[in-house]
């Protein structure tokens, strides 16, 4: 079960770290792939970090260098550090699981992930 936390509401430039609790996939599964994606009202679901079981990372453009995926020593805890945030990062945000490593270039699309946790809500004003 994937569980989201750490959401609220922060002034633009400010800094939020999500947590999501990894721990049925990462000690289960010996190939997986972890990802963070995020909803805002009116559009569609986008993916904006994802790490692998071998640790490679990848980043949509649009939060490349301001968020920052990672999991906590033991590998039981998903991480999105974000940095500077923008009026338009505010949306409900989502950790996903594969236990898949899909290529490289659907990392980032909703396809490979079928397990979903139940979102976190950033607002930044």
């Given at each position: 079960?994937?569980?989201?936390?750490?959401?609220?509401?922060?002034?633009?430039?400010?800094?939020?770290?999500?947590?999501?609790?990894?721990?049925?996939?990462?000690?289960?599964y010996?190939?997986?792939?972890?990802?963070?994606?995020?909803?805002?009202?009116?559009?569609?679901?986008?993916?904006?970090?994802?790490?692998t079981?071998?640790?490679?990372?990848?980043?949509?453009?649009?939060?490349?260098?301001?968020?920052?995926?990672?999991?906590?020593?033991?590998?039981?805890?998903?991480?999105?550090?974000?940095?500077?945030?923008?009026?338009?990062?505010?949306?409900?945000?989502?950790?996903?699981?594969?236990?898949?490593?899909?290529?490289?270039?659907?990392?980032?699309?909703?396809?490979?992930?079928?397990?979903?946790?139940?979102?976190?809500?950033?607002?930044?004003?």
């Amino acid at each position: 079960q994937l569980v989201e936390s750490g959401g609220g509401s922060v002034e633009t430039g400010g800094s939020l770290r999500l947590s999501c609790t990894a721990s049925g996939y990462t000690h289960v599964y010996t190939k997986y792939t972890l990802a963070w994606f995020r909803q805002a009202p009116g559009h569609e679901r986008e993916g904006l970090a994802s790490v692998t079981s071998a640790g490679v990372t990848t980043y949509a453009e649009r939060v490349q260098g301001r968020f920052f995926i990672s999991l906590d020593n033991d590998k039981s805890t998903l991480f999105l550090q974000m940095n500077d945030l923008k009026p338009e990062d505010a949306a409900m945000y989502y950790c996903a699981a594969s236990v898949i490593v899909p290529q490289l270039g659907s990392r980032l699309m909703r396809r490979p992930y079928n397990h979903w946790g139940q979102g976190t809500q950033v607002t930044v004003s």
